[in-house]
């Protein structure tokens, strides 16, 4: 029973050609008609994978985006997305014909499919940084790469299973949450049901099977609720118009497999929808229906007073019949539905013609310039990783609405801090703030906010924010603006920060430089990075705009290359006669052959600062530097010489064993959504169990597998994201 069977996995351009006969929008059709000849032209006899022929793919993409309601320029981009990367077409050939918006969107959507997900991000970042300002830019972009995107999952059957798998992963990691944030809930909805297909088609099929069965009972209790309040107010209540709905399968699948509920426990599978003309209409037919039915409390949301990011606005209401059989009422006037389906879609439907009024394409465009805000706060992150992450993170599904002390309202990812607060209301509040308020009381500033929090942010005259507020803070709006401080008001103390961190890691890996040579061992990064100076160099490590952990390994292979062949003339203090690496991933310095094993005191991973303690019949014991078991000052130990200097390998194949521990509130299926979230992430796990705190709160103790300690932080980074998560530490 797939709600999107019926959907044509190929449309040509005479569906096209209906579609937008049929719309209210005014189109230049002699254009929309010359783009689809010269992209006919352009891929000649190409195919798709299928065997079917390559131009019905564009086609079928701009049939997505016209009924998103799109304008005509976005239509051509639509019908000419693949001629630049696919075919001999250049994108000047495509401006001197179509116009420099036309192909400023190809250019934009062909740096998109270039952007990868994995760890080849670091080799990738210029790719990511233009596409971040192509969608900066104009925001059309990545609506026609959400439409490619979609197309593609619809025609996904022929392609390999791994391919199907990775693409899917693609879409709940990254094209699902823009859609989302972009409020195109028709694009969102299908990506993600289509994807969990291929990810897991059980769960998919049970769930599939069990709407099924209850598909003709759903039928008739929706139309019987739908007479009900029809009755009720078609005198007092002018067009009002219901429908039924079924909540996606993927949201299902969220609150069954991931929550540990049946569909019997889920009280919006199905839902009524009510959409009438005025907003004093929407509280009025609110009012009938908790005449008419019981109201479950603490099930009522008023998203037409306080919307949700994505400009979404509805009441929301689950009430019981007489039958006592629960579901969800929904109600909205047509402007807030258009904008619920299409989000800021529903901007170019509103300009071209939609007849929505002005206050509600003001809410559009400002909405579009606050997204357009968020991605370009990403560009001042200078490490790609980063930047990533952080995209991901800010256009999550799951948000918090938090008020001032005067009643205004403020959204927030999930995890927020007060120090998200207080950047986004301002960015000299958050570099004057020394404190905050929660609901009156002081909390510290790592409280993680929720909905319904009065936050009162204190704040000094002076301008003086902590660099440690950067591993603190969620948004990457915040932790931009605070790196953006230190950068420009601490220029030289970030220098001499600099230079001392970077001395202190060369020493640690024996990398040895006059001052001379340090410029030309940099120069090829600094022109990457667009560092004019060492000094500029040394003031981003400083402020934290390069992480050392991070470009280390590569900095180590550059010194090897550009000296090992005059390594005696660079004078390096104490360099080891001999360099073994065990199997174990560790290089034990001046030893060979030597039997390794790590410490369970501390279970040292890689990335951690490390120290060798060489036993007795046993090798030489691992421990990470700041193991309990390591004195402070080893030269002032029993047996010092006992202690030696070891090191990871750059490149480490082999997993290591680590325990976390997690505190969280406890419920039903906590141990589920973990060993859920561990087993996407394909982490193998040694053992998982969990007891009650007795306040409300429980532990879970995780023992997996994990390639160093950066593999871990992503872990435990996933981790954090399910729900009643208080604290994760290693043990």
Known sequence: ??????????????????????????????????????????????????GIPYILHPTSVACIIAELGMDTDTICGALLHDVVEDTPITLDDVRKTFGADVAKLIDGVTKISKIPYSTREQQQAENIRKMLIAMAEDIRVIIIKLGDRLHNMRTMDCMPE?????????????????????????????????????????????????????????DKFIESIKKQILDKTEDSIENVYISGRVKSINSIYRKTFMQGRTIDQIFDVFAVRVIVDTVPDCYNVLGV????????????????????????????????????????????????????????????????????????????????????????????TEDVTDIAKNIKNDFAENAVYIFTPKGDVFSLPQGSTPIDMAYLIHTQVGHRMVGAKVNGKIVSIDYKLRTGDICEIITQKEEHPNKAWIDICKTASAKSKIRQWYKHEKRDE????????????FKRHGINLTEEEYEEFFRKMLLKKQYNT?????????????????????????????????????????????????????????ADDVLVKFSN???????????????????????????????????????????????????????????????????????????????????????????????????????????????????????SDINGIEEIKRV
């Open 534 to 590: 060492m000094d500029d160099f040394y003031a981003s490590v400083g402020y934290g705009g390069i992480q050392l952990w991070k470009i280390m390994p590569r900095l180590k292979e550059e010194y090897q290359k550009a000296f090992a062949s005059n390594i005696e003339d660079i004078n390096v203090p104490q360099a080891p006669v001999k360099r073994s690496k065990a199997t174990s991933g560790v290089v034990i310095e001046g």
């Open 289 to 380: 229906v908790h005449d008419i039915f019981k109201p479950i409390p603490n099930r009522f949301k008023d998203y037409i007073s306080m919307p949700k990011p994505n400009m979404y606005q509805s009441l929301h209401t689950t009430v019981l019949d007489n039958n006592a059989i629960p579901f969800e009422v929904q109600i909205r006037t047509w402007n807030m539905h258009y904008t619920a389906e299409y989000g800021i879609a529903a901007h170019w439907k509103y300009k071209l013609g939609m007849g929505a009024d002005k206050s509600g394409d003001d809410r559009l465009s400002e909405n579009i310039q606050r997204v357009k805000k968020m991605i370009l706060d990403q560009l001042e």
């Open 162 to 218: 791994q391919k199907r798998r990775d693409k899917s992963l693609e879409n709940m990691q990254v094209f699902a949450p823009i859609a989302h944030r972009l409020g195109i809930k028709t694009i969102k909805d299908e990506l993600e049901d289509r994807s969990l297909q291929y990810l897991d088609p059980i769960g998919y099929k049970e769930i599939e099977d069990a709407l099924l069965l209850s598909e003709d009972g759903r």
């Open 1 to 50: 029973m797939s709600k999107y069977s019926n959907v044509a996995h190929y449309q040509d351009f005479t569906e096209l050609e209906n579609i937008l006969a049929l719309s209210n929008n005014t189109y230049d059709i002699e254009k929309i008609k010359k783009a689809y000849k010269y992209a006919e032209k352009a891929h000649g006899d190409q195919r798709r994978v299928s």
């Open 494 to 505: 970030n220098i001499a920060e600099g230079k001392q961190m970077l001395e202190r890691e």
């Open 601 to 719: 005191c501390c279970n040292p991973l890689p990335g951690d600062d490390i120290i060798g303690y060489i036993t007795r019949g046993y090798g030489v014991s691992i421990h990470k530097r700041e193991c309990s078991n390591v004195p402070k000052d080893i030269s002032l130990c029993e047996e010092p010489e006992r202690w030696i200097t070891c090191y990871w390998e750059d490149e480490i194949g082999e997993a290591f064993r680590s325990t976390l521990q997690i505190t969280a509130t406890d419920r039903t299926g906590l141990l589920a959504d973990v060993t859920i979230k561990l087993s996407n992430m394909h982490i193998f796990i040694h053992s998982l169990n969990s007891r009650e705190l007795g306040n409300g709160k429980a532990v879970v103790t995780a023992t997996i597998d994990v390639m160093g300690k950066n593999h871990l932080r992503g872990v435990i980074s996933k981790l």
